[in-house]
């Protein structure tokens, strides 16, 4: 089962990922932020309060992304 085990903002709505199995890399926010759903995180401030979220990652308002979404898309780095 995915988890997540570290998450950090970068610029441009990127998070910065680690699962728990050693995997690590950037997902990309930017897809998402045209839904009404997820504006909200095109704010800095306010993407900057990303946390993880059971096994995934998320948002004081509520919006998360799971760690299975993160990882088919995940940009990995070594």
Same mark, same amino acid.
């Given at each position: 089962?995915? /988890?997540i085990s570290r998450v950090e903002p970068r610029g441009e709505l990127q998070l910065f990922v680690?699962?728990?199995d050693g995997r690590r890399g950037t997902f990309d926010v930017r897809p998402y932020v045209g839904s009404a759903f997820f504006a909200q995180l095109? /704010?800095?401030d306010y993407f900057a309060?990303? /946390?993880l979220f059971f096994r *995934?990652? *998320?948002w004081p308002d509520g919006q998360d992304f799971g760690p299975d979404t993160i990882a088919a898309e995940?940009?990995?780095v070594s």
């Open positions: 089962m995915l /988890r680690e699962f728990e095109a /704010r800095p309060q990303v /946390r *995934g990652v *998320g995940l940009s990995q």
